[in-house]
C-alpha cells in the first residue's frame, strides 16, 4: 500500500496522524485498538512494536513475527497502512514477508550506523516500503543525518523523520526525553523535503504531558504525530504510563490546534512584519554587544598573560552568574536559558584567553 507520507506536508489543513499500542501483545488487543482509532477518523496510519527494545531484560519482548500477522489483519480491518519497528536485517524481511507498509527505525537502533545500514541494504529495491527514521537516543544531527543518507543511498523513496526526544540526565525534569527542539529545527534545515512526524509520546513519557508536547509541535509546523494509544492503558505490557484509549487520543487530537503558515490576514502580516524588525534590530545590537564583549575579555587575557594569572577565576565567574541570573529573573528568562547563554559565552571568553595564553 502506498502509504503516501513522503509527500506528507503539513499544509494548514491535514497533520498525518500514526497511533496505535506501543507493542502488540494480543490479537485481539491490536485489532480492538486499531479498530477504534480508524472509527475517529483522524488517523492516516497504525503502529505497534513487535521486536521490543527494552532497556531492562526480563521485561515484556514483544510478541514476535504473529504479531505482525494481526497488524495486517487491522489493516483489512481498517484500510490503513501499518507500521512497525525493525532493528535487524531478519526483522525487515520478516516484517515485509507479511506485506508490512512502513517499518520504524528506532532511537536506540539509529544510534549504530552497522545496524542502520543492514536495514537500509534489507530495503533497498522495496519500492512499496516506507521507513521512518527516529532520531538517536544521544543529541547528535550528524548521526540522524548519517541514517537519512544510508537510507536514500538504498533507494528509499518514501522516507520521513520521527522526533522523540533525546536522553538526558535530567532530574526532576516533566519529561522521559528531552525534546531539544532546537535539534529538530536545524534537522529539518537539512532535509526540508522530509515530513518530520512528532512522537509526543516517547518526549512525555506520561499521558498528563502529551498535550502541551503535541501543541508545541503543531506551533513548531511539524508535518504530523505518532502517539501510542491502547484500549486499557493500564494493562499495557510496555509504557503503560504513556498510553491512551483511542478515546483519548480523539479527544486530544481535538483540542491540538494547527495554525495555519500565514494566517492570511493582512493586518496580522503587517504587525508581524513590523515585529521581525524589531527582533533583526535587536540581534543585531546583541551581537555588537557580545563582539565588545569578547575584545573586553581579550584584553584582560593579555593582561593576565603579562601578569602570569590563571585564565578561571572561580569566584569571579560565580559573582557574575549570581548578579545576572538575579536580573534576569527580574527579567522572566527562565533560569535553564540564563544558564545556557552564560555558559556559551563563558565558555567563548575562557577559549579566546586560552588562545591568547599559548600564542
Ligand atoms: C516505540 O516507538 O515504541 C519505541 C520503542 O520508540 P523509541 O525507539 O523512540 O524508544
Ligand atoms: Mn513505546
Partial sequence: ????????????????????????????QVLETCTALAATGRVDMLRAGV???????GTFEGAGARGLAWLTEARGATGLP???EVATARHVESALRHG??????????TVSP??????????????????????????????????????LAAGVEQLALVHRGFSYSGVGQPYRNSPMWHLVLEMRARWPHLAMICDPSHIAGRREHLRE????????????????????PSQALSDAEQQITPAALDALLSE????????????????LEQFRREIDQIDAELFTLLGRRMQIADMIGEEKRANNVAIL?????????????????????????????????????????????NK
Wanted: with cysteine; net charge positive.
Fill in 313 to 357: 577565576q572561580h569566584d569571579r565567574w560565580r559573582d557574575i552568574v549570581e548578579r545576572v541570573s538575579l536580573r534576569a529573573a527580574e527579567l522572566g528568562l527562565s533560569p535553564a536559558f540564563v544558564k545556557t547563554v552564560l555558559e556559551a559565552i563563558h565558555i567563548e571568553s575562557i577559549d579566546r584567553q586560552n588562545r591568547i595564553m
Fill in 114 to 151: 552497522f545496524a542502520v545500514q543492514e536495514i537500509a541494504d534489507a530495503v533497498r529495491g522495496q519500492r512499496g516500503v516506507a521507513v521512518l527514521i527516529k532520531n538517536p537516543v544521544n543529541p547528535d544531527i550528524d548521526l540522524w543525518s548519517g541514517a537519512v543518507e544510508r537510507l
Fill in 1 to 28: 500500500m502506498k502509504t503516501g507520507i513522503e509527500q506528507v506536508r503539513f499544509d494548514g489543513r491535514k497533520p498525518f496522524i500514526i497511533a496505535g499500542p506501543c507493542s502488540a501483545e494480543t490479537r485481539e
Fill in 51 to 57: 521486536w521490543k527494545p527494552r532497556t531492562k531484560p
Fill in 213 to 232: 508536547v503535541a501543541q508545541t509541535a503543531a506551533d513548531l509546523r511539524y508535518d504530523g504525530l505518532m502517539i501510542e494509544s491502547h484500549v486499557c
Fill in 100 to 109: 508490512i507498509d512502513a517499518v520504524w527505525i528506532g532511537g536506540r537502533t
Fill in 256 to 271: 491540538i490546534r494547527w495554525r495555519s503558515p500565514d494566517g492570511g490576514d493582512p493586518e496580522f502580516a503587517r504587525r
Fill in 82 to 84: 501499518v507500521a512497525v
